[in-house]
């Protein structure tokens, strides 16, 4: 027993959590200007008040990040490509 996998399912959560709310923070670094935040929201089907409150925001990017998370969720970066770890953990420990 002293050699079977780890139980890590959790820490690939939350691994997993920790990394897309840094790719957020990565993308509002990119959006430097509050036209191209305006831009890029809309286009992710934000409501306009919504919009205008996180454009505007002079928080740092890391709070912002937290605060995309409704506009920049899980399915938005698996249509990207982003894998998880977490599900990578579940196939090869062979749990479906």
Known sequence: AYYRMAEMKGRCERFDEWIRRRLR???WKQWKRV???YR???AL????WVVHMTANSRRGPWFMARMLNQAMDKTYFEQLGLRSLQARYLTLRGVS
Do not use: A, K, S, V
């Open 40 to 42: 890029e929201l809309r």
């Open 25 to 27: 923070m990565c993308i």
């Open 45 to 48: 089907g934000q409501p306009e």
């Open 35 to 37: 036209r191209t935040r």
